[in-house]
């Protein structure tokens, strides 16, 4: 005698979906934003899913007065810092999320909380130039609630070997 299982798979498949609930299931950890704290409400991207054009008016904007400092010549092993200053020039606070660069020998540190509009702030960047020789031209990029979301600074000069 054959045993057909096409009836069970049928109620099988039928009582599941009877069983699942309209309402959307929260993933383990997961919070509604309001619950996430003060910033959870300014991040948001301002490339809206239904619109066609990015929103550019209402954005958080970041505004260096350089986004490149020149050092000119320095002796290997010494470590470069510089501070880059920046405006908010948006009309939303300003939330800088990550500072990262292409390699350990260059840091950044950055204001964590938001710059309100018309504010500013520092981004620092520290370039140890331990074993480095010649032109150097390290990127930092700044990730913030901003359009576009990244902006890149640099620290640019040469490295001399006196050893040599």
């Known amino acids: ?56 008016v209402t954005t958080a904007r970041i505004e260096f007065e350089l986004v490149e400092h020149v050092f000119g010549e320095v002796k290997e092993g010494t470590i470069v810092k510089h501070d880059f200053a920046f405006v908010n020039t948006g009309k939303t606070p300003l939330l800088i999320t990550k500072a990262r660069s292409t390699c350990g020998c260059t840091v950044p540190s950055y204001p964590e909380e938001p710059i309100a509009p018309g504010e500013g702030g520092i981004v620092s960047v520290a370039f140890d130039t331990k074993n480095k020789y010649g032109r150097q031209r390290k990127p930092v990029t700044i990730i913030a609630n901003t359009y576009p979301a990244m902006t890149t600074i640099y620290m640019d000069g040469t490295v001399i070997n006196e050893k040599k």
């Open 1 to 56: 005698m054959r045993v057909s299982w096409r009836p069970l798979a049928a109620l099988l498949c039928w009582s599941l979906l009877l069983s699942c609930s309209s309402e959307p299931a929260s993933a383990p950890g997961y919070e509604a934003p309001e619950e996430l704290g003060p910033n959870a409400a300014i991040i948001r991207s301002p490339v809206a899913e239904s619109a066609e054009e990015p929103d550019t």
